[in-house]
């Protein structure tokens, strides 16, 4: 690199800005290369800091002219931003910048995407808008003016005033800059309106381009179930006149908060039947729900500093994921919310990237938007929920939004009203936020006269920059069943704070089978030996819906572990399991299905290393592949049953109970081809009436063979759709078999409508080749080099995705000598290139550190 290494940024240097912001006014004139901006902001010593040097953010920016209380400046700038000499008493700065929005690839700031201006601030994004204290604390009422001759002109807060050609909005709530935005388009809006439960009317809008007309329905519904849950649940009413949602094709990430103004990465806003699956319904309707409640927890309440992200995120996920549960089955969604859990956070704390949930530095806070901060900050909070209990929880959150409106807070903050309301001491249960690391529980145990006694052990590994590790607080739920299948004890927490604790049970009259970690009661790893049989019993018995799936998930691994180490045969046992869940008509198909799916190549491959076995990809998918078939012949007698029986007559709704039935049906299509060939999905994929169905054919077919046919008429029908294709893109680069992957993916690349500076078709083609576990990591090391070749090339232009893409390489310091030696030619050939982003430098820097750690 030519310029001087990026210095870190740590968590004990924290100091307040020298000043308070009492208004910012904003002017922008939009032109594709030369939009100037200019601001008034008005500032005054801040009595609580020491420091007062005047430092504004600004990168990228031409100034034009600058000002102190009307007279003009001349600052010093740097490529961090400028600084000048200000009154010690109130002034008012005013400056004009310009920059260049249509050039602007990096989406981040100002950019446009398809003729559309969109903003995209969060993290450190307004500095390239103009020069500003950009840092969460810094919290201010912005009052915007937009010039431009575009139709629809959009920003925070309500509407002012407007005429053709432009558009003035206030936004009354003091907020960070990260909360800005502005968009500007050709856009119809779907609305309605919402009364609050104070009385409020709101004008709710959601805004796509004239072409996605007609697909903001749900969206829109979605938001309205989200208002209305979090005054029911949280007593959270919202807090302006409008209520905005845009939808935008380039976009780097899922959504964006906004006050007032939430921008959306399109795929989580449209939704036809045609044209978007269940799976698409359910995150659409999760992530407008995740969004509309940061209204409350990161826009009312937001971060002191970025250090304190999960502190919004965690909480906001969370509540999301209370908010899901609600809408459709809790257990499913518990069971999917652990699934993605074990596959992205527990991968991340196992690894070179492994942080504590509030890292301690960072280089580039935008690498550290991670399934740490966001998925377990969220399991911390539900272990708080279950420490104190509901009523506790809702006295702690009814303290913390009293208590904090309008701050920027910490985790002390947010621990301390837990503290008051519940009085409990959280001094220990704290390292869940300062330790990274997955705990490992070990469960051993005796029974004598009637006693059974669990000896429990926790010990977290060491991860980088983090040796030794204190017991942390566990709340370890659990139940014991009879051995002829009663509860005997129902559902208890236990709270686990030692390194080593027992914990007793009396007066039984047998042996009881022990159901531990219910629910998922803490993001732990479980380790105790036990009989296959004796999972197989709480599949069948177990109450508790997530260790009932659980039983069987963790019995498919251990049979498919020593399918791949001893070549074994797959278990009868878990195969006469299995058939008893799929045939037991009182369970819900969406858990039937879950049940029949496997763990997969990533998730074993993991569980090897731990048991300190070096994983072989294609040992794994070869291994996978036959324990599919073994389950289509064993069960052979129950698919066309179960394919007749979970159809979905009448008009497709995309509720949880429809499906699940689709889910299961699909389920049995994928093991139903392994036996005919695929002449059923071939059926399936013609007859198909919703994208569910259609894409869900197609996957099998690419899975079992014959799919050439049907990916044609696929593209010659999808080809106009965006959101389509990227599905049609990413299943034949998750799914190509082991030695065709790295060929079909890169014809997938060198396809016209490979438009890889759009993040999502970038994400389905390049992320879904990396989720192809066996294709990626090809033992000729072809994968990891198409994989380098496409980072270096995005990093130019999108830092911020290439960067997070870059985490397919997460994992290569489990594998062989040979894998390990070409995985890491091709971090080292990243991390030499010239003109390497601070975004991926840093994430290069660290992943390679793995080899360190491995050796
Ligand atoms: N704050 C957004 C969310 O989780 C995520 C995001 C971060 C979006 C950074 C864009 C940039 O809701
Ligand atoms: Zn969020």
Known sequence: MTDAAPQPVFLKDYTPFGFLVDQVELNFHLQPTATRVRAKIAFRPNPAARDRRFFLHGEDLTLISAAIDGSPVTPEITPEGLSCPVPEAPFVWEAEVEIAPAENTALEGLYMSNGMYCTQCEAEGFRKITFYPDRPDVMAPFRVRVDCDLPVLLSNGNPVAQGAGW????????????????????????????????????????????????????????????????????????????????????????????????????????ASPETATDRDYENIERIIAHEYFHNWTGDRITCRDWFQLSLKEGLTVFRDSQFSADMRSAAVKRIEDVMTLRARQFREDNGPLAHPVRPESYTEINNFYTATVYEKGAEVIGMLRRLVGPEGYARALDLYFARHDGQACTIEDWLQVFEE????????????????????????????????????????????????????????ALGLLSPNGDEVLPTTVIELTEARQDAVFEGLGAKPVPSLLRGFSAPVILERDSAPEERAFLLAHDTDPFNKWEAGRSLAREVLIAMVTEDAAPAPAWLDALAAVVRHEALDPAFRALALRLPGEDELAEALAERGTVPDPLAIHAARERAKTAVARHLDPLWPGLYAQMDCPGPYSPGAADAGRRALRLAALGYMARLDGGARAQAHFAAADNMTDEIGALSVLLETGGADEA?????????????????????????AAPERAVAVTRALTEHPQFTWKNPNRFRAVIGGFSANAAGFHDASGAGYDLVADWLIRLDAVNPQTAARMSTAFETWARYDAGRREKAQAALERIAAREGLSRDMGEMVDRLLAAGRIAA
């Open 711 to 735: 990916l044609d008429r696929f593209a010659r029908r999808w080809g106009h759709d965006r959101l389509v294709m990227d599905k049609w893109f990413g299943l034949q680069a998750t799914l």
């Open 167 to 270: 558009a003035e909005w206030n936004d009354p709530w003091p907020k960070p800059s990260y909360l800005f935005a502005l968009v500007a388009g050709e856009l119809v809006a779907t609305s309605d309106r919402f009364t609050t439960s104070e009385g409020r009317e709101v004008a709710l809008n959601v805004w796509v381009r004239p072409a996605d007309q007609g697909k903001a329905d749900y969206a829109l519904d979605s938001l309205i179930r989200s208002m209305k849950w979090d005054e029911e649940v949280y007593g959270r009413a919202y807090d302006l006149d409008v209520f905005n949602i845009v939808a935008v094709d380039d976009f780097n990430m899922g959504a964006m908060e906004n006050k007032g103004l939430n921008v959306f990465n399109s795929r989580y806003v449209l």
């Open 421 to 476: 309301a519940t009085g409990r001491d959280l001094t220990q249960f704290k390292r869940w936020y300062s330790q990274a690391g997955t705990p490992r529980v070990k469960v051993t145990e005796d029974f004598k006269d009637g006693t059974y006694t669990l000896h429990l052990e926790q010990k977290t590994p060491p991860t980088p920059g983090q040796g030794e590790k204190q017991p942390q607080v566990i709340p370890l």
